[in-house]
């Protein structure tokens, strides 16, 4: 079966009702490029939570959150695991997020899996909720981990764009964001929270836009309240949302009918050098924008001629561009696209102008 074939089987931007893992296993093998997954946290609730003026805490205190054992969640995450594992595709990758009640456990599983653990993510909330029983620190973070699907994976991540996301500053590995409040956050009929663990778009902005390209499959099997759907949806990516329980489906497919895709000119980001199509020098030669025994010029006025070949010489030395720079500049390398000019019209021209005219061709 072509990969043409089999995503054309998937079930794309649809919410599909049932237990995760059973649906999961499904779909089709190796159709996934992403996966964001926001398990139960089996937080092991003892009782009703109170603030100071006696007021009851909405808790995560739903049946979905509730496990017998450890050992029973520990087979709870074996078993999602591996069916996620067998949806991704050979390059995919997953995310996972969870509180210091599970976050381990997860983890541990990951690596057991043979998952190739790639970072983990302090989300900071700027706005968390405080410690009403005072006995132990205020919680203010969640962890989320990013896996490759193996080791040799060529995972997406967009660098660039993060950086840019970032004001220009390499994106670290905490993340301060607020929880959902306010507008964002979901309200059912009764004007209660929808889901006591929405996630802020904020947060599924900076991974989907980092580690997934536009039209990849992004798949949530705790679907929730559809905040992976809805930033997949904006940001051009297809999505899958796995929900058992009614109620969320339906706030989620009401959220997502309201949901605009960005036009498709803002959803290109900024790109790595090294992620743009390899030019060799020799195509400017053959495609006679440079011509054999034309001059070529450093920026400190020193000179090399082109060759047939597409080769330099300069006082002897022969070489590629970045060879002969390197050379004259008695440097251990050179960017000969940044560093060789030619005169044109009597002004100065970087060679990389010729070289980005041959991509925006390809």
Known sequence: MTTKTRKAALPLDTILEGDCIEVMQSLPEASVDLIFADPPYNLQLKGDLHRPDNSKVDAVDDAWDQFGSFAAYDRFTRDWLAAAKRLLKPDGAIWVIGSYHNVFRLGAELQNQGFWILNDVVWRKSNPMP???????????????????????????????????????????????????????????????????????????????????????????????GTTGAVAKMLGRSWIGIEREESYREVATRRLADVRKYDK????????????PRVPFGQLVERGMLRPGETLVSPRGKAAKVRADGTLVADGIKGSIH????????????????????????KPVSIDVFRQQIRAEM
């Open 323 to 346: 060879q002969v720079g390197a050379a004259l500049e008695n440097a251990p390398s050179c960017n000969g696209w940044t560093y060789w000019h030619i005169k044109r019209d009597g």
């Open 265 to 276: 000119s803002a959803l290109e980001v900024s790109t790595s050098k090294r992620a743009e």
């Open 131 to 225: 410690n009403f029983r005072g006995k132990r620190l205020t919680n203010a973070h969640e962890t989320l981990i990013w896996a490759s699907k193996g080791e040799g994976s060529k995972y997406t991540f967009n660098y660039e764009a993060l950086k840019a996301l970032n004001e220009g500053i390499q994106m670290r590995s905490d993340w301060v964001l607020p929880i959902c409040t306010g507008h964002e956050r979901l309200k059912d009929a009764k004007g209660d929270k929808a889901h006591p663990t929405q996630k802020p778009e904020s947060l599924l902005h900076r991974v989907i836009l980092g580690t997934t390209n536009p039209g990849d499959v992004v798949l949530d099997p705790f679907f929730g309240t």
